[in-house]
Antibody, heavy 122, light 109 residues
Framework: QVQLQESGPGLVKPSQTLSLTCTVS??????????WSWIRQHPGKGLECFGY???????YYNPSLKSRLTMSVDTSKNQFSLRLSSVTAADTAVYYC??????????????WGQGTLVTVSS | QSVLTQPPSASGTPGQRVTISCSVS????????VNWYQQLPGMAPKVLIY???QRPSGVPDRFSGSKSGTSASLAISGLQSEDEADYYC??????????FGGGTKLTVL
């Protein structure tokens, strides 16, 4: 059974960098066939996708977040990570990591982490 | 403002058939397929429908999807109390960015 688990600080100060890691079990990131993604949900609001990354490092970023965003993969640890710089209170949200199954004309997120709340506050 | 527009709420009684719509307002999404996710309270979303009308293994056939032009729909037949959740449509845009609708809160009366 594939499982994803987010980890990282639950509290980040404004202007600092938010860093989260997703540890994958039950599947090898480097086996290919899947992309790995970060999605967030502001309190009581909808979902926003940061983008997704392949085990080779090929990545696609949400244009609205691209200037502050870095995603990376560590195949030796079977993890992938998110870094979001210059955070503000507007970045307070539940952050999910997810696995994306992508076909020629379709995709979907088939496994998700449980989510981790990150609060931006001084 | 989301380019995928959903009604904020929907409701139905047990056994009823309900539909949730998703209107695409951007031309750079209209040609792409739509997915639907269910989010139970306090849980991560779960995919119900991908590629407009395909159900992943394990999703009951009470859930069905359709898309025509720039409009997609999720239908739930034989409504059950456990279907009370938030439902989100999602699609790729031309820059391969994933966009979600604002979500529809389904209440089972």
């Amino acid at each position: 059974q594939v499982q994803l688990q987010e980890s990282g600080p639950g509290l980040v100060k404004p202007s600092q960098t938010l860093s989260l890691t997703c540890t994958v079990s039950g599947d090898s990131i480097s086996s290919g066939g899947y992309y790995w993604s970060w999605i967030r949900q502001h309190p009581g609001k909808g979902l926003e996708c940061f983008g997704y990354i392949y085990y080779t490092g090929t990545s696609y970023y949400n244009p609205s977040l691209k200037s502050r965003l870095t995603m990376s993969v560590d195949t030796s640890k079977n993890q992938f990570s998110l870094r979001l710089s210059s955070v503000t209170a507007a970045d307070t949200a539940v952050y999910y990591c997810a696995r994306a199954l992508i076909g020629s004309t379709w995709y979907y997120f088939d496994y998700w982490g449980q989510g981790t709340l990150v609060t931006v506050s001084s | 403002q989301s380019v995928l527009t959903q009604p904020p709420s929907a409701s139905g009684t047990p056994g009823q058939r309900v539909t949730i719509s998703c209107s695409v307002s951007s031309s750079n999404i209209g040609s792409h397929t739509v997915n639907w996710y269910q989010q139970l309270p306090g849980m991560a979303p779960k995919v119900l429908i991908y590629s407009n009308n395909q159900r992943p293994s394990g999703v009951p056939d009470r859930f069905s999807g359709s898309k025509s032009g720039t409009s997609a729909s999720l239908a739930i037949s034989g409504l059950q109390s456990e279907d009370e959740a938030d439902y989100y449509c999602a699609a790729w845009d031309d820059s391969l960015n994933v966009v979600f609708g604002g979500g529809t809160k389904l209440t089972v009366l």
